[in-house]
Structures are given as structure tokens and as C-alpha cells.
């Protein structure tokens, strides 16, 4: 398993311990420079937005990964986690659906864990 994928697996798995909402990890690395994997969650409530966000944050620091960059207050509607070759967006329900993430990069492959 290649690193961007391992560390794929790490988010999802902390999106998913924290009960993340219809969490998706989609492969961009053939259409796009800026990653290899978008994953994408939501929660269903601005401490389960911090919550989702602090997880994920801390199983990847314990792996040895350090985000490049960190987007969005920990309570806001839209937090985004720049790994370099992963980017982990954890919205609220309503911007979730407002950015429709999963239709702008619908070219590339979803993963499945």
C-alpha cells in the first residue's frame, strides 16, 4: 500500500471512529496535481465538525504525519486538512451539500475500505 493510500486509510478510519457521516475517499491522482485522495466527511453538529477534525489530526500526527496546511476554526461549517498528498474536508450537513465536493471531482475514482 502506498503512503497517500495508507494515510487515506488513517483518516477514514478516524472520520469513521467518530462516527463522520457518509465519509468518501475519492482517487484524484490522475486527474489532478493538487493530491492523490480527497476524503470527505460530515457531522452533524459544530463539536462533532472539532471532534471529526482533532481525530484525525491526532491518528495522523501518531503516524508521523503533519498537515502543510489547516483551513477552516475548528468549529467552522468547512475545515480542510491539507497532508500534501491527501486533503481531508469535514463539513456540516448544510455546506456539505452546498459545495457538492463529491460532483466537482466526480472524474476520479472512489475508494472503497
Given at each position: ?40 466527511a460530515n457531522g452533524t453538529?459544530d463539536s462533532q465538525v ?64
Amino acid at each position: 500500500m502506498d503512503q497517500a493510500l495508507s494515510m487515506a486509510k488513517i483518516a477514514y478510519n478516524a472520520l469513521d471512529e467518530k462516527k463522520g457521516e457518509a465519509i468518501k475517499v475519492i482517487n484524484i491522482s490522475q486527474i489532478s496535481v493538487v493530491a492523490d485522495y480527497f476524503i470527505i466527511a460530515n457531522g452533524t453538529s459544530d463539536s462533532q465538525v472539532k471532534a471529526l477534525v482533532e481525530n484525525v489530526e491526532e491518528k495522523l500526527t501518531k503516524a508521523g504525519h503533519h498537515p502543510k496546511q489547516t483551513e477552516g476554526s475548528r468549529n467552522a461549517a468547512w475545515v480542510l486538512l491539507d497532508y500534501g498528498d491527501i486533503i481531508v474536508h469535514v463539513f456540516d450537513k448544510e455546506n456539505r451539500s452546498f459545495y457538492n465536493l463529491e460532483r466537482i471531482w466526480s472524474d476520479g475514482t472512489e475508494v472503497e475500505f
